[in-house]
């Protein structure tokens, strides 16, 4: 069935939802296995983990939380009105570019760790997970922009779902790596 | 309307328990009754998300249920870390 614009009509909140969520559940499965991983690591090498945990900066990790949320926000307000979604959309992915500018910067001041063998057990895995979140974002919000050229109902749900499974992950990442 | 106002109070509840975290690990540190707080928050938050932000509230409760599981089952895991390992 398709709308107007010629478009799969209302998405996918119905059967269309099943290949969405299995997307999603990929994510959470992947992410998970990762913090599941952190976590088991950090048992065995507590005092290089409290060591490393100190190099890192839980301040920009909470203001790139603000951002994301402000991100999923403006997500949320495109999905519930797909026929006005293009600036909420744009304001979504601008935010979502935003928390790549705080991450890399504090990146720039976290990479000189990887060297120190004190820590770099910590490091490797803290760049792996937070950088494979951190491409979801930088590729999720480069989808916005597309999406928000020619926003239709479908792919408004889908990549707005999409964009909130990565905004949950980071939800459960900042305190698992950075404040506990 | 009443549904923009609903994701607005949902975004304004989000940053205020957002910054409530950072503000409890920075004065609190690592007591344990501050993680617990710390914890409990970010799976408040990621209820809030998947509700009201992926619209699951009211459907979807299985797929919702799911979910606040994977977030419980890993910050309960940290917590366990945690307790283990302060």
Redesign the interface.
Known sequence: MLNDDGHAAAGGEGEGDLLL?IL?WSE?AAF?VL??AF?IR??FE?EAVLLAKAQLS??LA?LN??IL??S??Q???A??DPDKARWPLVFAALAGLAFVVVKLHEYAGEIGFTGDAAVASFFELYFLITGFHLLHVLFGALVIVVVAVRPSRANVHLIT?LW?AV??IW??M???I??? | ML??RL??R??IA??AM??L??AL??LAGRHTLA?AL??AL?FA??RL??L????LRGRGRG?AAA?LA??G???A???G??L??P
């Open positions: 969520w999603v959470l998970g913090l599941a976590l950090s048992l507590p839980p301040g909470a939380t603000m949320l402000t999923g926000w997500a949320a307000v999905a519930r779902t909130h905004d949950l939800i459960v900042f305190p698992v950075y404040l506990v | 549904m923009q994701l607005m949902s975004y989000l940053l957002a910054g975290g950072a690990a920075a993680v710390i914890l970010a938050k990621g998300v998947l009201d932000f992926m619209g797929m979910c994977w977030c089952l890993l910050l895991f940290a917590f870390r945690f283990l390992v």
